[in-house]
């Protein structure tokens, strides 16, 4: 599924350069109602947002967490595993009944599911397969020179935002990504070092915003000579730490809001996270892990339900988490991604559980994500010569979204970052734009289609009025599952109004996204198409 329309050159001509080595487009900075200040919304990688990316260690049972519950080839397969009542999502989809949490934020926009995603000639390795999400490599051709790769996909953004990185003239005083968790990954690792500070557990950042040893145990007893010397061993091996500081002023800047559930080990994570991004650490990429998916064997049955278990936590985790947030007021700028190595197979095994798998759903969750579902149901009639599901989308895909639509990253250093070009789907509801003036450059604007609704008859048609300042322009139709209908302006434009008529006779009724990018802005809206 790579572009094959993709615009090799981008106008930015008469812009002032506000990025660095040109990696961002300089008006994709967004400047936030809740930031206290322009310097604030200039934060966070150059548009003032925060990522979150959430591991599924182990690959996670799509089947059974957006649940196919129309189609009788699942419940055939799956026997005993299959997910009798689950909640409403669809007339065909359902929820795990577990994931309350997940259909409140779905329900009120917030949250985006991509189907059927994963990647050509798929590999069935927990090692091999994480390694290909984290680097973003291509594994379609075994000999390609881009199927391995040691470094990964926000290791090269963070490298190319700061060229030079670790070199003190271009290093930040606040860490550029945190991994909660053991080690730093190898998503995390660019082409010369290591891009992400570990704090390795909720425990050791607590004592990291004490003031104590980041490394664990017992503060020394500063009583006698002996306590006083190691004492003044640890408190330079934590000034080493050059970000044990800034943290540690950040978290304890505010104090969490009393939403998370207790004795869950996502929740306890994301809490740390919400804590910092409040306080004002200005880190734009964010890692959490929960492991435990790779259920093989009593995947959900007898008196520890694991599947359900997992499910249950990451979801009201990743609730509170949101509903932290919005308490703070700081919301608007963090979005959440989760990623898993592989899905399961369709069919159960002998042992209560699943094995590995290929494509499985994908979840995008913020108030600036364009809530639904993305992508056809699993098809489990044509499954592969493994009896896997075939994928619809590739991740890098998902990748090039959140690079281009969220970051502000470039289209032409988007294709850099992820070693080709890949197209998008439109997940978010507006792409980051300029802190200058209104926000919006001068000139670019996107009106709602006249009339709407529109008719689909023969004669049926819409009027698409635009202004753009003049270079580079695309005017894209997709409907809700994020596929392209029609591309109606691809090339240089004239700066002023422009009218674009739509008659589309032969699409079925139902709402449509219209898409207006240049080489500095980014609008979407909606439009309804009636019989």
Do not use: C
């Not at 997940?102 to 991509?114: I, P, S, T």
């Not at 064997?297 to 919005?326: C, N, V, Y």
């Not at 008529?501 to 198409?529: D, H, I, N, Q, W």
């Amino acid at each position: 599924m790579k572009r094959r329309d993709f615009v090799k050159t981008s106008i930015a001509a008469g812009v002032a350069a506000s990025t660095v080595s040109g990696l961002f487009d300089p008006f994709a900075v967004k400047a936030y109602a809740n930031a206290p200040s322009l310097a604030r919304a200039a934060m966070n990688a150059g548009t003032g947002r925060v990522l979150v990316v959430v591991q599924l260690d182990g690959g996670n049972d799509g089947l059974n967490t957006v649940v196919p519950k129309e189609d009788s080839l699942y419940y055939n397969q799956r026997g005993s595993l299959a997910i009798q009542n689950p909640l409403p999502l669809s007339d065909t989809l359902g929820w795990h009944p577990v994931l309350g949490g997940f259909r409140e934020l779905y329900d009120e926009g917030m949250m985006a599911v991509v189907q059927n995603v994963g990647y050509e000639n798929p590999n069935r390795s927990h090692f091999r397969s994480t390694d290909i999400w984290f680097t973003g490599s291509n594994n379609s051709k075994p000999s390609d020179e881009n199927t391995y790769l040691e470094d990964g996909w926000l290791g090269r953004f963070l490298d190319d935002r700061y060229p030079g990185y670790p070199d003190p003239t271009v290093t930040p005083e606040h860490p550029i990504a945190i991994e909660i968790g053991t080690t730093t990954s190898l998503m995390m690792q660019g082409p010369n070092t290591g891009m992400s500070m570990a704090i390795y557990d909720p425990d050791t950042f607590y004592r990291i915003i004490a003031g104590t040893d980041i490394s664990g145990g017992d503060p020394p007893d500063t009583s006698t000579p002996a306590g006083l010397e190691l004492e003044y061993i640890r408190n330079i091996a934590l000034e080493a730490n050059q970000y044990a500081k800034p943290v540690r002023d950040a978290a304890n800047a505010v104090t969490n809001n009393d939403v998370y559930p207790a004795g869950n080990d996502v929740a306890e994570k994301l809490k740390i996270v919400a804590r910092l991004v409040a306080g004002g650490l200005e880190t734009p990429i964010f890692v959490i892990t929960q492991k435990g998916y790779d259920t093989h064997a009593q995947q959900d049955s007898g008196t520890t339900p694991r599947h359900s278990q997992l499910l249950e936590r990451l979801s009201s985790g990743i609730k509170a988490f949101f509903d932290d947030l919005k308490l703070f007021g700081e919301q608007d700028r963090v979005m959440l991604m989760t990623i898993s190595e592989f899905g399961r197979r369709v069919e159960a095994n002998g042992t209560a559980g699943t094995d590995h798998g290929t494509a499985a759903p994908m979840f995008f969750v913020g108030p600036e994500v364009h809530g639904g579902v993305y992508g056809d149901n699993p098809d489990l009639s044509d499954l592969d010569r493994f009896g896997d599901l075939k994928h619809q989308y590739d991740f890098k895909q998902m990748y090039a979204s959140v690079l281009q639509q969220w970051l502000g990253v470039k289209p032409s250093h988007s294709s850099l970052i992820l070693k080709g070009e890949w197209e998008t789907l439109p997940l978010f509801v507006q792409a980051p734009v300029s802190v200058g003036g209104s926000g919006v450059p001068a000139g670019f604007a996107l009106e709602q289609n006249f009339p709407n609704p529109f008719s689909r008859s023969a004669h049926g048609a819409t009027t698409i009025r635009f202004s753009v300042p003049g270079g580079q322009t695309r005017l894209r139709v997709y409907n809700l599952q994020g596929r392209l209908v029609k591309t109606l302006v691809d090339g240089s434009m004239t700066p002023g109004v422009h009218d674009v008529r739509f008659a589309p006779a032969s699409l079925p009724s139902g709402t449509y996204l219209y898409r207006l990018e240049s080489a500095r802005a980014v609008e979407t809206r909606s439009m309804v198409m009636v019989r």
